[in-house]
């Protein structure tokens, strides 16, 4: 017996970044956080970024769960590239082309693990730990659902540095996010925070 062949479906999302879109599947693209921020890193990694990539406008891939984030170059219009795009990324995934290469998930943890040499003891490792748990838990639901993410990266003295991804990097409202939402929320669960700062991924 042939299996029946699901048609993908694709629709687009607005996120709180202009200069980002949300191309949603109802195909599983890669259990897990891709971002791609140069054509190298695309091409090494992911035969679908790196297509992307092709096209003058696109300036930022972010492929997780069943979207990809499409960052663009702020001289295009949406309006102008959305359907070429939305044609491709369809045409892409009802071909089961290969999204993202195998070891992926271990070279990038590599890289992580290179990036963060900082080791944390006693009552900063606790610190740490809950810190994690609270971005997991709650601000890394919400952030994907906007077509982004946010990793923890660094602690020390007081002050919480995390990594944007996707749409939230470079986005106008992430800031708005950052301060109010997650530092808010760091600060009430953990007294010993004092500030949060992020860096683009």
């Known amino acids: 017996m042939e299996t029946v062949k699901v048609p993908v479906m ?3 999302e607005q996120t709180p970044n202009p200069e ?8 599983m693209l890669y259990k897990g956080t891709a971002d791609f921020r140069d054509a190298a890193f695309a091409d090494e990694w992911s035969e679908l970024a790196s297509a992307l990539f092709r096209f003058p406008y696109v300036k930022g891939v972010y492929i997780c769960n069943n979207f ?3 960052s663009k170059e702020m001289n295009y219009a949406w309006e102008d590239i959305m359907l070429p795009l939305k044609e491709f990324i369809k045409s892409y995934v009802s071909d089961e082309k290969n999204i993202i ?3 992926f998930e271990e070279a ?3 890289i992580e693990a290179e990036k963060s040499t900082i080791q944390y003891s006693g009552d900063d490792a606790e610190i740490v730990q809950k810190i994690k748990d609270l971005i997991d838990t709650y601000v890394k639901p919400a952030v994907e659902m906007d077509g982004g993410n946010i990793e923890f990266k660094a602690y020390h003295e007081g002050i919480v540095t995390v990594i944007l991804q996707g749409s939230c990097s470079g986005c106008p409202s992430s800031t708005v996010t950052l301060k109010s939402g997650i530092e808010g929320m ?5 007294p010993e925070v004092r500030e949060v700062v992020s860096e683009m991924g």
Request: charged share 30%.
């Open 10 to 12: 694709l629709y687009t």
């Open 68 to 70: 990809v984030t499409i």
């Open 186 to 190: 760091l600060k009430r669960m953990v």
């Open 20 to 27: 980002s879109l949300k191309f949603v599947t109802n195909k």
């Open 108 to 110: 990038v943890a590599k």
């Open 101 to 103: 290469r195998e070891g």
